[in-house]
Structures are given as C-alpha cells and as structure tokens.
C-alpha cells in the first residue's frame, strides 16, 4: 500500500509560480508512474502530467505544456511538479497518483493511488 502526501499549494498571483511536491511511502517508489492531476469546483479530474518510473519520459496535457515540468526524486521517494506562468484558470485542487503499470496514462481510472490533494488558487 502506497501512501502519498501532498504539498506546496497555496495562492499566487497570476503569471507567478508554485512547485508542489509529493512524497510517498509504503511501497517501492520507483516501480510506479507518478501523475498529477487537477480538480476545479464543478469539474471532473483532470490530467496535467505524468513521468515514467526512471524519469526518461514525461507527458503533459495541452493546457499546461510550456509551463509546467513534472519531475522525480527516486532516492527521496518524491515526486514534483513545477508551475510557472501561472493563470487563473489553473485554480484547482492537485492530486498526485501512482500507477503500477510503466505506462504513461491520462485517465485517472488506472492510477492506483491517491494523496488527499492540495490546493492552488491563482488570482487575477
């Protein structure tokens, strides 16, 4: 059983930046595909970017490509997500996930594991 903690959210004006970071426990870290995903009030879970197990490979969604950068820390069993030019519309609450499969993936429905989220505000 794989535990993942969240943290680094926060308000930030827009155009600003945050890095958010995810430690795990309870399992191998380097045997899962990180991902963070999103959550707005009033919308469904949304992918923002994955990285395969040594890192070698990331995916992002559209929206945020050029902006953010996902990256892994295996020997501290974390995972991060850098976010730049930050804008109002990235307002959600971050999830990370562990997947077991070496896959890099945009549905939620096959990642195995959850943090409880943190929170990102940007204002305008």
């Known amino acids: 059983q794989v535990q993942l903690v969240e943290s680094g959210g926060g308000l930030v004006q827009a155009g600003g930046s945050l890095r958010l970071s995810c430690a795990a426990s309870?399992?191998?870290?380097?045997?899962?595909?990180m991902g963070w995903f999103r959550q707005a009030p009033g919308k469904e879970r949304e992918f923002v970017a994955g990285?395969?197990?040594?890192?070698?490979?990331?995916l992002y969604a559209d929206s945020v490509k050029g902006r953010f950068t996902i990256s892994r820390d295996n020997a501290k069993n974390t995972v991060y997500l850098q976010m730049n030019s930050l804008k109002p519309e990235d307002t959600a609450v971050y999830y990370c996930?562990?997947?077991?499969?070496?896959?890099?993936?945009?549905?939620?429905?096959?990642?195995?594991?959850w943090g409880q989220g943190t929170q990102v505000t940007v204002s305008s």
């Open positions: 990285i395969t197990w040594s890192g070698d490979r990331t």
């Open positions: 996930a562990a997947d077991r499969e070496n896959l890099l993936r945009r549905s939620y429905s096959v990642y195995d594991y």
């Open positions: 309870g399992g191998t870290f380097s045997f899962y595909v």
